[in-house]
C-alpha cells in the first residue's frame, strides 16, 4: 500500500471537522465532496498541518473511487487508469485501513459516505449487513439529490443500491422500497417529467422485471408525447423505445410495431428540422432519416412511404458533400487541440458526438498515393532496397518491395505499403492524439455519456446486424470511459460481421463453397477488398479499415488482437483511438445507405420482371 493511503489514527480522523467540510461541497455528490476534502488537504499542508492534512487524503482517497454500477465485477473502480498507472482502487486499503473504514460508518450521518464506507466493507469483507447498510444509504443519498432536482450526479447511487438490495432478495423489504419509491416517482413524472429521470427509472424497473409491464409502458410513451413537440424530440424517442420494450416483453407485438413507426415520424421530422441549421444541414438530416427509414421498416409501415423516403434521402445524401469541413493546420497541434474542443464544446451530446464524427476527414487514398509517389520522387535512394517489417521480437512480420522496379504489381505494392506505413506513422498518431482524444474528453468532461444515452447510435442503425447493438453500444462507452483496454475487444470482432451484414443488405453473397461443399464465410481482409464493399463504404474508408485491422504496413489490429499480441498498454495506441472513432463515424454517417440503395434497386428489378 502507498504512502498516501496509510489510515490515520482514529484519534487524528476525530479531530477533524470532515463531516462539516463534507456537508460544505455544493452538491452532496462524490465528486464535490472530494473536491473539498482535497482542497482542504492542501490548505492544511500549505499551513503545516501534515497530520490533519493525511486525514483528508485518506478521505478523498475513498471518496475519489468512482461507482460503476453497470460493472458487475468492479462496481467500486479507479477513477482514471492510464498505461502507466491508476488512481486508487479498494484492494489497495490494507486490513488496518478497512478496520479504519468500518468504524468511520458509524461516524458520519451524511448518507453518501455512510454508503462508501459500507460498500467498501461489503466488497471487501463479504458482510452481508454492510451490503444491506449500504443499500439503505445509498437510497437515502439519493433521495436527498433528488428532492433538490440533482439528481443526475448521482443516478448511480439508485443503481448501485437496487442491485444490493436484490442480492438480498427479491421479497425483500428493501428491494420493495427502491420499487416502491421508483413507481411512485414515475406516477408523479408521468405528468412533469421534462429530462431523462423517467427513462432511467424505467429502466431499472424492466431490468429487474418489476412493475406492471403495461403501466410502464402507459407512462413512457405518455412523456415520449408531451416531449416530442416541445424540441425534444432525442429524448422523447428514448421513452418510446422503453414503452416498445415493456410491449414486446409482455408480447405485445402489434403496440411495438405502432411505437417503431411513431419513433420514425419523430425521426423524419426532425431531420426535416435540420436543413439549413447551422451545424446540421443535410448531413444530420440524412443520418435521421437514414434511422427513420429502417424503424418503418422494421415496423411495417406502408412501402410506397419507404420508398418516397428513400427517394427522399438519396437526394439529400447528394447535397451532403458541400458542407462537409475539415481541419486544415500547419504543424502546430495546438491550434489543431483548441479547433478539436470548440468543435464539440457546449453541444448537445448527440450534436457533439456527430461533429467529432466528421469535424475531421477520413485519409483521402489518391492524396495520400500523391505525397507517397512525391516523396519516391524526390529522395528515390530512401526507397531502393526493399525493407523488412519485424515484429517486437524480431519476427520478420511483412516485405516491402523496391519501388523503383519496371514491374508494375510489384511497385503498385511498394506503394500501397508505403501509404499504410505514412498513415501509420504520421497521420493516423496526429489525428488520434490532437484531435480523436481532445473531442473525446471534452465531450466526457461535460456529458459524462451513459448507455442509456448513447442507444441513438446503435438503434435500427443499418450498419449493425440486429442483435449486435449491446456489444457496439459497449465497446463505444468504454472509449468516452478511457477504458482502451476494453474497445477493441467488443469492436474488432463486431466490424467484420457489420461489413457481411451491409453486403448481404445488397444481395451480395459473403460466403464461398470449397469442393467439399463447406460453406465457409469471407474473412475480413477478402470483404475488404471486394469492390462492392469500396462502392458502399466509399474507398477511403475502407483504406482507413483495412490499415487499421488487416494491412502488416498499417496497425494489423485484427491480427494482433487475435493472437493475443497486444499488450496491454497497446490498448492506449493511436490504433484503437482510431479504430473506435472510425466505427462512431461509421454509425454516424449510415455507412450502409449504398447497401440499402441496391438492395432497393434489386427489389425493384426482381418486381418489374
Same mark, same amino acid.
Given at each position: 500500500m502507498s504512502e498516501a493511503l496509510r489510515p490515520p489514527s482514529t484519534e487524528d480522523i476525530t479531530a477533524q471537522p470532515w463531516q462539516d467540510v463534507a456537508r460544505q461541497a455544493e452538491h452532496p455528490s462524490y465528486t464535490h465532496i472530494s473536491t473539498k476534502f482535497s482542497q482542504k488537504a492542501a490548505e492544511l499542508e500549505q499551513a503545516g498541518d501534515s497530520t490533519g492534512a493525511s486525514v483528508y487524503r485518506f478521505l478523498n482517497h475513498i471518496v475519489f473511487i468512482h461507482l460503476d454500477p453497470d460493472n458487475k465485477d468492479q462496481p467500486l473502480r479507479p477513477a482514471w487508469m492510464s498505461p502507466t498507472g491508476r488512481s486508487a482502487a479498494i484492494e489497495d486499503f490494507d486490513e488496518q485501513a478497512r478496520d479504519t473504514i468500518e468504524k468511520l460508518i458509524q461516524s458520519t450521518e451524511v448518507p453518501l459516505l455512510r454508503a462508501r464506507f459500507a460498500d467498501m466493507v461489503w466488497l471487501l469483507r463479504k458482510n452481508y449487513k454492510m451490503a444491506e447498510l449500504a443499500a439503505t444509504e445509498y437510497l437515502a443519498a439519493f433521495k436527498q439529490l433528488d428532492d433538490s432536482d440533482n439528481w443526475a450526479y448521482e443516478f448511480a447511487c439508485l443503481k448501485r443500491g437496487i442491485a444490493l438490495a436484490r442480492m438480498l432478495g427479491a421479497k425483500n423489504k428493501l428491494f420493495l422500497d427502491y420499487v416502491s419509491f421508483i413507481e411512485s416517482r414515475l406516477s408523479s413524472l408521468e405528468t412533469t417529467c421534462t429530462d431523462s429521470l423517467g427513462t432511467r427509472l424505467l429502466d431499472l424497473l424492466f431490468e429487474y422485471r418489476s412493475g406492471e409491464p403495461v403501466v410502464s409502458a402507459r407512462i413512457a410513451e405518455t412523456i415520449g408525447d408531451r416531449l416530442e413537440p416541445t424540441g425534444s424530440s432525442f429524448l422523447a424517442r428514448d421513452y418510446y423505445d422503453i414503452a416498445a420494450k415493456f410491449h414486446r416483453a409482455n408480447g405485445d407485438m402489434a403496440n411495438v410495431q405502432r411505437l417503431g413507426i411513431k419513433k420514425g415520424e419523430s425521426l423524419v421530422r426532425q431531420a426535416e428540422a435540420c436543413i439549413g441549421k447551422e451545424g446540421q444541414g443535410y448531413f444530420t438530416a440524412t443520418h435521421h432519416l437514414a434511422i427513420a427509414i429502417e424503424c418503418f421498416r422494421q415496423s411495417g409501415a406502408d412501402d410506397a412511404k419507404i420508398?418516397?423516403?428513400?427517394?427522399?434521402?438519396? !437526394?439529400?445524401?447528394?447535397?451532403?458533400? $458541400?458542407? =462537409?469541413?475539415? @481541419?486544415?493546420?500547419?504543424?502546430?497541434? #495546438?491550434?489543431?487541440?483548441?479547433?478539436?474542443?470548440?468543435?464539440?464544446?457546449?453541444?448537445?451530446?448527440?450534436?457533439?458526438?456527430?461533429?467529432?464524427?466528421?469535424?475531421?476527414?477520413?485519409?483521402?487514398?489518391? !492524396?495520400?498515393?500523391?505525397?507517397?509517389? $512525391?516523396? =519516391?520522387?524526390? @529522395?528515390?535512394?530512401?526507397?531502393?532496397? #526493399?525493407?523488412?517489417?519485424?515484429?517486437?521480437?524480431?519476427?520478420v512480420m511483412a516485405h516491402k518491395p523496391s519501388a523503383l522496379t519496371t514491374d508494375e504489381e510489384t511497385r503498385e505494392k511498394a506503394i500501397e505499403a508505403e501509404m499504410f506505413h505514412q498513415a501509420a506513422n504520421i497521420d493516423w498518431p496526429l489525428r488520434a492524439q490532437a484531435y480523436i482524444n481532445t473531442c473525446r474528453e471534452q465531450i466526457t468532461e461535460e456529458h459524462h455519456p451513459t448507455l442509456q444515452e448513447l442507444q441513438f447510435l446503435v438503434l435500427h442503425n443499418p450498419f449493425i446486424p440486429e442483435g449486435h447493438e449491446p456489444i457496439f453500444l459497449r465497446g463505444i462507452l468504454a472509449g468516452f470511459r478511457g477504458e482502451f483496454d476494453i474497445v477493441p475487444h467488443f469492436l474488432v470482432p463486431q466490424i467484420e460481421e457489420s461489413i457481411r451484414h451491409i453486403l448481404r443488405s445488397a444481395g451480395h453473397v459473403t460466403s464461398k463453397l470449397d469442393a467439399k461443399l463447406i460453406q465457409e464465410q469471407r474473412l475480413l481482409g477478402t470483404l475488404l477488398g471486394l469492390p462492392e464493399t469500396i462502392e458502399i463504404l466509399g474507398k477511403d474508408h475502407v483504406f482507413e479499415l483495412r490499415g487499421i485491422l488487416c494491412e502488416k504496413f498499417g496497425y494489423d489490429l485484427r491480427n494482433r488482437l487475435a493472437h493475443g499480441f497486444v499488450s496491454y498498454s497497446d490498448c492506449w495506441g493511436a490504433d484503437v483511438l482510431n479504430l473506435w472513432w472510425l466505427v462512431i463515424r461509421l454509425l454516424s454517417i449510415p455507412a450502409a445507405r449504398k447497401a440499402k440503395e441496391d438492395a432497393a434497386a434489386k427489389e425493384k428489378k426482381e418486381g418489374e420482371s
Open positions: 420508398q418516397s423516403l428513400h427517394k427522399q434521402l438519396i !437526394e439529400w445524401q447528394a447535397k451532403t458533400s $458541400g458542407e =462537409m469541413k475539415s @481541419f486544415s493546420h500547419e504543424v502546430d497541434t #495546438s491550434n489543431i487541440v483548441a479547433a478539436a474542443r470548440d468543435s464539440v464544446k457546449g453541444k448537445a451530446l448527440p450534436q457533439a458526438i456527430f461533429a467529432m464524427a466528421i469535424g475531421h476527414p477520413v485519409i483521402n487514398a489518391d !492524396e495520400l498515393r500523391k505525397r507517397v509517389m $512525391g516523396y =519516391m520522387n524526390d @529522395f528515390p535512394l530512401t526507397h531502393l532496397f #526493399s525493407a523488412a517489417f519485424m515484429a517486437g521480437d524480431g519476427r
